[in-house]
């Protein structure tokens, strides 16, 4: 399986830029995706990143290292409704299309 | 974007009962859809994947004969749970994809919004 590692919590400031880092070992890689999940409510789809680089979907962008098994997740300008956990899901290619979680990251954004 | 439903939201019950949960797709065929069981601030955890038609696929540690799942159309999957017990108390979440073919590349999960469920 897939060993994925993120902080367990965050802090930031409405208005500033924070990253989610995650890391993760897996035999064979296809695809890291990372979710919003609101507390009580299911993960919401942010990113998928199968190639190394960066993804820029407005205030959201994600990056991914395959050779160093690590993606970062970077919120810009950030509101209080971006409080949430972010989950880090990575798939493997051992016959299985299905990511595997990541416990998650709970930011906490203040005024 | 793709949507799908999770009926109900919520449900308390007595230990001993069942409980059913349905998982629809509103508007797109789900070929496959997945049960996930979440705890207070732990990660995701897999029970088991279905295919439409099919009989389940339910990961290691996950009674098949406790938690009953059935796909019988591409819009619909159910999961009962039998005779539930205080610790069957926890956030089961459906997901669904479109597509089944094994390692398509950039297949997206759609996630219905969760029943929660509270066993006395």
């Known amino acids: 399986g897939q060993n994925i590692d993120q902080p367990t919590e965050m802090t930031a400031t409405e208005g500033a830029i924070v990253q989610i880092n995650c890391t993760y070992q897996t035999s064979g890689f296809n695809g890291l995706f990372w979710y919003q999940q609101h507390a009580g409510e299911a993960p919401t789809f942010l990113s998928y990143n199968v190639l190394d680089g960066l993804e820029e979907k407005g205030r959201f962008s994600s990056f991914l290292s395959r050779s160093k098994g690590y993606s970062y997740l970077l919120l810009k300008e950030l509101q209080m409704k971006d409080s949430a956990s972010y989950l880090c899901a990575v798939r493997d290619q051992r016959g299985s299309y299905i990511p595997t979680f990541g416990r998650g990251t709970s930011l906490i954004v203040h005024p | 974007g793709a949507v799908v439903s999770q009926h109900p939201s919520w449900v308390i019950c007595k230990s001993g009962t069942s409980v059913k949960i349905e998982c629809r797709s509103l508007d797109f065929q789900a070929t496959t859809m997945f049960w996930y069981r979440q705890f207070p601030k732990q990660s995701l955890m897999l029970m088991a994947t279905s295919n439409e038609g099919s009989k389940a696929t339910y990961e290691q540690g996950v009674e098949k004969d406790k938690f009953l799942i059935n796909h019988a159309s591409l819009t619909l999957s159910t999961l009962t749970v039998t005779s539930a017990h205080p610790e069957d108390s926890s956030f089961y979440i459906c997901?669904?994809?479109?597509?089944?073919?094994?390692?398509?590349?950039?297949?997206?999960?759609?996630f219905g919004p969760g029943t929660r469920l509270t066993v006395l």
């Open positions: 997901s669904a994809t479109s597509r089944a073919s094994r390692g398509a590349v950039g297949d997206t999960q759609y």
